[in-house]
């Protein structure tokens, strides 16, 4: 069993930085590919990146822009989303994942692990 816990989120302006963390406990964690995903009322779960269990691997959707990195700290149990030049279209609730999938987990019914999720707000 794996735990994960989000923070960082918040409300800030359109052009602003945000760096959302992921802390997680039970199990050793570079064991674990993790991915961030996002998800607004109404609307499916969202991939956003993903990160291999050593951190030599990334993964990102055809879409991205390269405004978000992933990254992580195997010594303190901690996947990060950096997220940089913000758009109110970034508003959702983000949710970190893990898997012991090996290679790119690019949807969530590949993940075995979800935490709460945390709320990001882009005003404009």
């Known amino acids: 069993q794996v735990q994960l816990v989000e923070s960082g989120g918040g409300l800030v302006q359109a052009g602003d930085s945000l760096r959302l963390s992921c802390a997680a406990s039970?199990?050793?964690?570079?064991?674990?590919?993790m991915g961030w995903f996002r998800q607004v009322p109404g609307k499916e779960r969202e991939f956003v990146q993903a990160?291999?269990?050593?951190?030599?691997?990334?993964y990102y959707p055809g879409s991205a822009t390269g405004r978000f990195t992933i990254s992580r700290d195997n010594a303190k149990n901690t996947v990060y989303l950096q997220m940089n030049s913000l758009k109110p279209e970034d508003t959702a609730v983000y949710y970190c994942a893990a898997t012991r999938r090996a290679g790119a987990a690019l949807t969530q019914s590949e993940y075995d692990y979800w935490g709460q999720g945390t709320q990001v707000t882009v005003s404009s």
């Open positions: 039970g199990r050793t964690f570079s064991d674990y590919a």
């Open positions: 990160i291999s269990g050593s951190g030599g691997s990334r």
